[in-house]
């Protein structure tokens, strides 16, 4: 009933909730108290409103936006308070005070205020966005940026401006518990001055020189930098916020490249969830923008995501694009015909090329170049089951996708019925839960059978707990968590990734990654993934959201896995470890192997998790592990050799393809050349006639 009542309150916790029905039951209760009259009831109505309003913006609750759009946003609901504080008033019998009438001209002008405050603070934030916006892109010494004005003043402005009235409806409230028209007067005032003076303080942050250089200038430096910086190759992205992780993977590979790298991305959503690199990246939003940028410089651009911004580079003739992707699988996004529009499309191995192939989809043959998967340099190989903990299998489905389709992910069918066997299995298995990042964002009832799941791996992991065939060492753990606890702080006064609320001119203009920190943050992180393993027993069942660990982390974690049709299962063999994979559309086994290559060499799983012993047997004794060699097989089909390494693979085609687009280049201008010869001469002959 609460979960219910969350989802379609459009909050996220059971305290919002509660702080959401405190909000909508208060303002009913104003009414009732300026009605009786009662002081006393109207102030703790008041306070509740006050408070769960500002608890409520606090979290971020997406209920605020709904509630704009009814016409009860933030500024309507405290201007509704303000009159029926008036109303009391009146009701009090104080409606021929001059304090009554000082609080309506008080709140006249306060509101007055609004208009200009909401004006400036626009004003101001539009003035101080970039057209581009940067990190890791030398700015100061070719722009004067000034600092932005105090986040005291643009952070929540309308929040704390229309806060202001407190002050007003403290003093007033007093006023008519005691009769003290002093006490009204003065709250009045200091509501309307202190709302004066925030709208003053905001003024001077219009001026020109507390304002970053207009865009055609910054334009102009960026495009300078770019000749002297002379990018080879590029790697191009557009997307949602939520899809950041896309970009976010290749990261690692741009900065081992052996051309000079660039990030090109299109959304300031996008850059601001992206995690920290020493790459330049440069952030256009603007199609027209991108378009008048010198990139002719560029050779090889590359596309983790079919998208149509795609076209505002793709348009470009001087440099060649490949399509990359972000993950390898047997999806229907792994054939998109749009991959035609890419002077060629990368895969991790021969199953990347057949697999167009089959799906006859107009991507030529010769236009597939197989690099591997750099990605998976992480990946751990398998060793066999464990001597000193007992196994661990991960349960790592993918998300319900954007149709109804059965065969999406196993979630829906079959998810619980999987987690329940995993749990019960004897002899015993760890279970890890680490769901899609998108599971639940389109389908509601994907949302519920994950909470359904979620549910039983908490209950089994209090079970086990009381279990006595399971001894913990809560020394060890605690010792481990004050150890994460100390990592994780010193990796925050790093602060190597951007605050999305930060000024972007200033993140621009100090957005250089100190190297000396990226080092150590990238030790900090490898030294907090082991002790994050180690705050918890071995054979505690665990349900794993959220950007730490990484999924690769899970992996290597683990001897088995269950999933779904996805990259996930494409990477996961990269370790050789048993794995099984759910047949949710019921195609039945033989028909499931014909239609996903990764699946040859995994147990296959109905919806009711038969077959499930067969991957527990294999994760146990390597000796019963019937489909090793398939597997074996399989990585290399799917990811390609293991010598020359994934990277060098990748480094050899880029080079390859650069000297692709550089003959084409010189052809182009050996061809222009000569037609300018021949106009030349051509003219000179008609001269020569007409003089004779």
């Not at 603070?121 to 057209?131: A, F, W, Y």
């Not at 222009?672 to 020569?688: E, F, H, N, R, V």
């Amino acid at each position: 009933m609460i979960s219910t009542a969350i989802r379609v309150a459009r909050v996220g916790s059971a305290a919002e909730l509660a702080a959401a029905v405190l909000m909508m039951l208060g303002y009913p209760c104003l009414m009732l108290a300026a009605l009786v009259p009662s002081t006393p009831a109207f102030a703790a109505a008041a306070a509740v409103t006050y408070l769960a309003d500002l608890y409520l913006h606090r979290k971020g609750t997406y209920l605020l936006n709904l509630l704009n759009r009814l016409r009860v946003g933030l500024p309507t609901r405290f201007l509704v308070r303000e009159l029926l504080l008036i109303l009391l008033l009146a009701r009090l019998g104080l409606s021929d005070e001059p304090v009554f009438y000082t609080a309506i001209a008080g709140f006249a002008v306060f509101f007055g205020l609004q208009a200009p405050h909401g004006a400036l603070v626009t004003l101001i934030g539009k003035r101080r966005q970039m057209p581009v916006v940067t990190r890791n892109v030398d700015l100061v010494s070719r722009l004067t940026v000034p600092d932005a004005p105090p986040r005291r003043l643009m952070t929540r402005a309308s929040l704390k401006m229309l806060h202001l009235d407190l002050a007003a409806v403290a003093g007033l409230l007093v006023y008519a518990l005691t009769d003290s028209a002093p006490a009204g007067f003065a709250g009045v005032a200091v509501t309307v001055v202190l709302g004066t003076l925030y709208v003053v303080a905001l003024v001077p942050h219009l001026r020109a020189r507390r304002l970053p250089p207009k865009p055609d200038k910054v334009l102009a430096v960026v495009s300078t930098w770019l000749r002297e910086y002379r990018p080879e190759t590029v790697l191009y992205f557009s997307g949602s916020k939520d899809s950041a992780y896309q970009v976010n993977m290749w990261l690692e590979t741009m900065e081992q490249l052996d051309s000079r790298p660039l990030i090109v991305l299109r959304e300031r959503a996008v850059l601001e969830r992206m995690a920290p690199t020493t790459v330049p990246v440069i952030c256009v939003p603007g199609g027209v923008h991108l378009m008048n940028m010198d990139l002719s410089m560029v050779r090889v651009t590359l596309y983790a995501a079919n998208v149509g911004k795609n076209i505002h580079m793709l348009r470009v003739p001087t440099m060649k694009h490949v399509f990359i992707g972000h993950g390898d699988s047997d999806k229907l996004a792994s054939v998109n015909p749009f991959s035609k529009a890419y002077d060629e499309v990368w895969t991790a191995g021969r199953a990347g090329r057949d697999r167009y192939a089959i799906a006859d989809v107009g991507i030529r043959d010769e236009d597939i170049v197989e690099v591997g998967r750099p990605q998976l340099a992480p990946i751990e190989t398998w060793k066999g089951a464990p001597e000193d903990r007992i196994p661990t299998v991960l349960y790592a489905p993918t998300w319900e996708g954007w149709d109804d389709n059965p065969g999406n992910t196993s979630i829906l069918l079959a998810g619980e019925n999987i987690v329940k066997k995993l749990v019960a299995a004897e002899p015993p298995v760890r279970v890890l839960y680490k769901p899609h990042p998108f599971t639940g964002t389109r389908s509601a009832k994907a949302a519920a059978a994950h909470r359904r799941i979620t549910a039983l791996i908490k209950q089994a992991a209090q079970q086990r707990a009381a279990d006595s065939r399971f001894t913990a060492d809560p020394a060890g753990q605690t010792k481990a968590k004050a150890e994460l606890t100390r990592l994780a702080a010193r990796l925050a006064e790093l602060s190597l990734s951007f605050d999305e609320k930060a000024d972007e001119a200033v993140t621009s203009r100090d957005g250089i990654v100190d190297m000396r920190k990226h080092e150590e943050a990238a030790r900090l992180r490898a030294e907090w993934n082991a002790a994050y393993w180690r705050t918890f027993p071995s054979f505690e069942h665990r349900v794993i959201t959220g950007a730490e660990p990484r999924l690769y982390d899970c992996f290597n974690a683990s001897e088995g896995m269950v999933s779904d049709i996805s990259s996930v299962v494409s990477d996961f063999i990269a370790s050789g470890k048993p794995y099984a994979v759910t047949d949710s559309a019921e195609l039945g086994a033989e028909e499931f192997r014909r239609q996903n290559t990764a699946v040859r060499a995994a147990v296959i799983l109905d919806n009711g998790a038969e077959g499930l012993d067969q991957l527990l047997g294999a994760v146990r004794d390597r000796g019963s592990d019937a489909l090793a060699g398939d597997r074996k097989e399989l990585k290399e089909y799917l990811l390609g050799p293991d010598e020359p390494t994934s990277l060098e693979q990748f480094d050899a085609a880029i080079a390859d393809l650069a000297l692709k687009a550089e003959a084409r280049n010189v052809g182009q201008e050996s061809r222009a050349a000569a037609a300018d010869g021949a106009a030349t001469d051509g003219a000179a002959l008609t001269k020569g006639v007409t003089t004779g």
